[in-house]
């Protein structure tokens, strides 16, 4: 038996969790010496009970080889705790996963995005603010983290998506099953640019408890949680209460006072977490940098433009430029754009297209 497959055979034990899978390693060095290890041996170990010594005492091998074969034919690649490719942020945690199943592109180990997370059950405002917000954060090069969930997750990657940037989909469920089923076109998308994460192995089925344990990932391999949208018992609440105990920042979207869909986002800011109605409220607190607009050809600018009708123009490309993008070289709240584009159309030096799109008047 391999290493690899000694640590997907692990994985693949019932009931084991990553915790007790991690002590396991620890305690006699590597996964395959866990399945060479006496039974007293194994029986020593706090938290390792007799039906857990059974399973590893029959486990065979070729369930292991069966997985790392099915992957391979579904195009699946499997990350290894303690190996090369494996994300630095999660191997810090406490508990983290023996081994992540990835489909899609393989980001860089060192490189961490921002979590942004919600209801399933959402308002209009919710779904444009979140596709805003992560629509900003992916044209600045910042992964955009969420569960493919309904709602805010959904609209999250989307955001994502129309910025051409990255965005990983942490899933509840194993990575050959879909839920919900109607995003399969999305998770498609997803792996253009970004990639598909879980930790459950092939067929798992989502869940009621593989949802929480799916947050502490999506917490994980971030450096700080958006909370879009969540009531009291949303679990985009478990997930910040995750980002708190793994030392990750949390920020909170503020909804409407009278509005039970946002009471959770808002107790979020009363005990603490940041405000945030722009990207740059993220980025200047985690210290990212949101892109400097294009170099485009100069032009003479009246004398009378004020500071900011000189820096929304200065982040109009040649071509069209789509609000959200001029939103985000500019690092200015969406109406002080909105209204400054309205004034440069005014004095003809801006012209509005379709599609919420703007262009400089040659």
């Not at 994460?197 to 994980?220: M, Y």
């Not at 440069?344 to 599609?355: C, W």
Request: net charge neutral; hydrophobic share 45%; aromatic share 4%.
């Amino acid at each position: 038996m391999t290493a690899q497959e000694a640590a997907v055979l692990l994985h693949l034990l019932p009931g084991i969790g990553s915790a007790r899978a991690r002590r396991l390693r620890e305690a006699f060095g590597s996964a395959e010496a866990v399945f060479a290890a006496e039974e007293a041996a194994l029986s020593s170990l706090p938290g390792i009970g007799p039906g857990l010594v059974s399973e590893i005492r029959r486990a065979d091998s070729a369930s292991a080889r069966k997985e790392i074969s099915r992957c391979q034919e579904l195009g699946i690649e499997l990350l290894f705790l303690g190996e090369r490719g494996y994300p630095e942020a999660l191997a810090e945690l406490p508990d983290p996963p023996l081994l992540l199943y990835l489909r899609g592109k393989r980001p860089d180990p060192w490189l961490r995005g921002v979590a942004v997370v919600g209801s399933r059950r959402t308002s209009v405002y919710g779904i444009e603010t979140a596709r805003r917000l992560s629509f900003q954060l992916a044209y600045a090069g910042i992964p955009v983290i969420s569960g493919l969930a309904r709602g805010i997750d959904t609209a999250a990657h989307m955001g994502a998506l129309a910025a051409q940037g990255s965005t990983w989909a942490v899933l509840g469920c194993g990575i050959d099953q879909m839920y919900p089923p109607e995003n399969e076109p999305l998770a498609e998308r997803i792996t253009g640019t970004g990639c598909l994460l879980s930790e459950f192995p092939l067929g798992t089925a989502p869940a009621r408890h593989t949802f929480p344990q799916r947050n502490r990932i999506i917490s994980g391999l971030s450096s700080g949680v958006l909370v879009i949208e969540a009531p009291t018992s949303s679990g985009a609440l478990l997930t910040a209460q995750c980002a708190l105990e793994q030392g990750r920042q949390v920020f909170a979207v503020p909804g409407r006072i009278d509005n039970p869909l946002a009471a959770g986002s808002n107790r979020l800011i009363q005990q603490g977490a940041k405000l945030v109605m722009e990207a740059g409220d993220i980025t200047s607190e985690l210290a990212l940098w949101l892109p400097a607009a294009p170099v485009v050809r100069e032009r003479p600018l009246p004398p009378t433009l004020t500071q900011e009708e000189r820096a929304v123009f200065a982040a109009l490309a040649l071509d069209e430029s789509l609000f959200d993008v001029i939103v985000a070289r500019t690092g200015l709240p969406s109406p002080t754009v909105s209204s400054t584009l309205l004034r440069l159309e005014m004095k003809q030096l801006v012209r509005r297209l379709p599609g919420n799109a703007f262009v400089r008047v040659a």
